[in-house]
Nanobody, 114 residues
């Protein structure tokens, strides 16, 4: 059974930082491209950042220079370090794993107060 379990969300003031974690089980983690997406109320889910099996990263323009995605294959975990948070970063953040089949986590809420 495949599981992606996110953690690390919460309430933070604008300008603050959070680190999200997503631990995967039931998959050979090192073979999967991983990513973080987010969905704000009333909006579509959008890409935040991705990291390939080789460590190449890609970011949405809105988070470049503020967010950093990384992975630890030994721990089957992908991270999202979020700095200089803004109220517009408020959303549910979802972990994503992709090889041929795609898997999603249940999401973790991030709320940034102004």
């Amino acid at each position: 059974q495949v599981q992606l379990v996110e953690s690390g969300g919460g309430l933070v003031q604008a300008g603050g930082s959070l680190r999200l974690s997503c631990e995967a089980s039931g998959i050979r983690f090192s073979m999967y491209d991983m990513g973080w997406y987010r969905q704000a109320p009333g909006k579509q889910r959008e890409l935040v950042a991705t990291i390939t099996t080789g460590g190449s990263t890609n970011y949405a323009d809105s988070v470049k220079g503020r967010f950093t995605i990384s992975r630890d294959n030994a721990k089957s975990t992908v991270y999202l370090q979020m700095n200089s948070l803004k109220p517009e970063d408020t959303a549910v953040y979802y972990c994503h794993a992709r090889l041929i089949i795609m898997y999603w986590g249940q999401g973790t809420q991030v709320t940034v107060s102004s």
